[in-house]
C-alpha cells in the first residue's frame, strides 16, 4: 500500500514525458526529481520511491551509480537505487556481494533511516551468510542505539517476522516511549496473531485470545480504544478463520459501550454459528443485532447487513423478514430502502442487501 500511494504521488506530479525523461537521464535526477517535486518527506515514502526506480534502472546506469559512490559513498539516494535494482536484476555472486555491501552499510551507518524497515533491506535473496551479518548487525544496533527511538521502530520492523520474542520486547519499549500511540497496541496483535505469544505455550484457542487480548489491551491508552479493541480483534480472528478467538472476544465486546458492539458483536457471533452448524443460533444473533440497545449505531450508520445476506442465501427469509422489519423502528432514514428490501422477500424475491 505504501509503494502504490508513493508512485502515484510521483506519478501525479510528473506527465509521461517526464517520467520517460528520467529513465533516459543519469539516475541521480530521480533523486533531483523527488526534491523538485517536494517529496523529500517523509522519508519512508522517498525511500519506497528510490527503491522501486532502482528495479527499472539498466545495468550502465547502476555502474554509474556504483562510480559514483566510491567517490560519495554517504549519497544514500543512490545507494538505495542500487539495493532496488541488484535485488530485482541481480545474477550471480559479484551481485549478491554488492546487493549485502550495500544493505550492510545503510544498517551499519544509518539504522535510523526510514528505509532499513523496508523489506529489501531485511532478506538477502541467497545469501545466507549476508543474511547472518544483517541480524549481527541489528542485535549490535540494539546494544549502540538503546534510546534512539527511529533504530528502535526499524529493528521492530526486522525481528518481527524473524525473533517474535525480541518484537515484543521492542513493542513494549517503543510504547512506553510513545504511550498515546495506537500503531503499538495494532502491532503487538498482530504480531500475536501471526506468532502466538512469545514464551507461552496456550493450548485452548479462547484461552489463550483472551490473554492475548489482556497484553494488548495493557498498551492500548485511549479510552475510546480500550472499547473498541476486542471487536477489532475478534474480527481479525475471524478473518483468519481462529473461530474459537473470535466467540470469546466477540462476547467480550458485547459487554463494551463501544457504540457499534451491538451489531459487530452479533454479526461475528452469527457469521460463525452459521459456518459451524449453528443455524438456530445464526438466526438469534441476526435478531439480536437489531434490538434496542443497537438504535444509536443503526441509526447513525445504517444496519449491518452481512450475516443477513448470508442468511437469506441459506433459505432463512421469515428470519431475515423479521430482522428488517426491527430495523425499520431504529432506521427512519432507511425506511424507503427497507421497505423495498421487505416487499421483495414477501414477494418472493431475493432482496439486493449488497456485498460480493
Known amino acids: ?3 502504490l500511494i508513493a508512485i502515484l504521488l510521483l506519478t501525479a506530479g510528473l506527465n509521461a514525458a517526464g517520467r520517460e525523461r528520467l529513465q533516459r537521464e543519469r539516475p541521480s535526477s530521480v533523486a533531483n526529481a523527488l526534491d523538485a517535486l517536494g517529496l523529500l518527506q517523509p522519508e519512508s515514502v522517498r525511500s519506497i520511491l528510490l527503491l522501486h526506480f532502482g528495479k527499472s ?3 550502465s546506469k547502476a555502474g554509474e ?3 559514483a559512490l566510491r567517490k560519495d559513498p554517504n549519497n ?8 532496488g535494482y541488484y535485488t530485482s536484476n541481480g545474477h550471480g555472486s559479484a551481485d549478491r556481494l554488492r546487493l549485502r555491501s550495500h544493505v550492510l552499510w545503510m544498517i551499519s551507518n544509518h539504522p535510523e533511516h526510514a528505509s532499513t524497515a523496508e523489506p529489501s533491506l531485511h532478506d538477502l535473496p541467497d545469501d545466507p551468510e549476508g543474511n547472518s551479518q544483517v541480524l549481527e548487525l541489528w542485535k549490535n544496533n540494539l546494544g549502540s542505539h538503546p534510546n534512539d527511538l527511529p533504530v528502535l521502530k526499524n529493528a521492530e520492523k526486522f525481528f518481527f517476522g524473524k525473533e517474535p520474542a525480541e518484537a515484543d520486547r521492542l513493542i513494549h519499549r517503543i510504547s512506553e516511549r510513545e504511550p498515546d500511540s495506537s500503531e503499538w497496541p495494532v502491532e503487538l496483535a498482530h504480531l500475536y496473531r501471526m506468532f502466538g505469544i512469545p514464551g507461552e505455550k496456550i493450548d485452548n484457542p479462547a484461552e489463550r485470545a483472551i490473554e492475548e487480548y489482556r497484553r494488548v489491551l495493557e498498551l492500548t491508552k485511549n479510552p475510546a480504544a480500550r472499547e473498541a479493541l476486542p471487536g477489532e480483534m475478534a474480527d481479525a480472528a475471524f478473518r483468519i478463520g481462529d473461530f474459537p478467538a473470535a466467540v470469546e472476544l ?4 458485547l459487554k463494551s459501550s463501544d457504540r457499534p458492539a451491538v451489531q459487530r458483536a452479533n454479526t461475528i457471533l452469527g457469521r460463525i454459528a452459521l459456518r459451524t452448524g449453528g443455524l438456530a443460533d445464526a438466526r438469534q444473533y441476526l435478531l439480536d443485532s437489531a434490538n434496542p440497545a443497537a438504535a444509536p449505531d443503526i441509526a447513525l450508520s445504517g444496519p449491518t447487513l452481512v450475516l443477513a ?8 427469509r421469515e428470519t431475515v423478514l423479521a430482522y428488517l422489519e426491527s430495523c425499520l423502528k431504529l432506521w427512519p432514514r432507511g425506511e424507503n430502502v427497507l421497505r423495498i428490501w421487505i416487499a421483495d422477500i414477501k414477494n418472493g424475491r431475493t432482496p439486493n442487501l449488497g456485498g460480493p
Do not use: S, T, V
Open 76 to 83: 544514500i539516494d543512490d545507494r538505495l537505487m542500487l539495493i
Open 250 to 253: 466477540a462476547k467480550i465486546y
Open 65 to 67: 551509480l556504483e562510480a
Open 57 to 59: 534502472l539498466l545495468r
Open 1 to 3: 500500500m505504501r509503494l
Open 309 to 316: 445476506k448470508e442468511l437469506i442465501e441459506h433459505g432463512e
